[in-house]
């Protein structure tokens, strides 16, 4: 999806030759971008392993693996915890800032609005449940609100 929605409207503005739907797509590739590149730099210096469920994803295992100290599972120092796992949720930023850029580039459209706030928190809580903590959901939440925030501020003024 952080893919191919700013595609879509980036096609269909330059065929329906509409300055709107360009810049949208534009603000939409930038802020998912951006989300992705920050998240990564934070999961290489960061690290955080283990995931919080050991089981089958989606489901809590009340075994003593679920009891397991991992408060010890952030591995700070460049990339000794690859960037794929961890703090924060790449998932959760990309939506957020996305959803957030959105809500900036047409704040008085309450379907937009509404939309993309429920796709930006069903992505996060669906994360939150299943692969990342919620504390990386929290993160990935609050820093992609701030990238969402300035990059639609910054193309609100160019529409």
């Not at 999961?43 to 809590?60: C, D, N």
Request: some cysteine; overall charge positive; hydrophobic content about 50%.
């Amino acid at each position: 999806m952080p893919v191919l929605w700013p595609l879509a409207l980036l096609v269909s503005g330059l065929a329906l030759k509409n300055r709107r739907l360009i810049t949208t797509a534009w603000a939409l590739g930038q802020a998912a971008l951006l989300a992705y590149l920050i998240t990564s730099c934070y999961k290489a210096i960061t690290g955080r392993r283990p995931p919080p469920f050991h089981g089958h994803v989606g489901t809590l295992a009340l075994s003593g693996s679920a009891l397991t100290d991992s408060s010890h599972g952030f591995q700070f120092g460049f990339l000794k915890g690859g960037i794929f796992w961890g703090w924060p949720s790449g998932h959760t930023t990309v939506a957020f800032s996305m959803a957030i850029c959105l809500i900036m580039l047409y704040p008085k459209n309450k379907v937009i609005v509404f939309s993309a706030l429920v796709y930006a928190f069903y992505i996060g809580f669906a994360v939150s449940v299943t692969i990342h903590w919620f504390s990386e959901f929290a993160a990935g939440a609050i820093i992609g609100s701030v990238i969402g925030m300035t990059v639609g501020r910054s193309f609100r003024t160019q529409s």
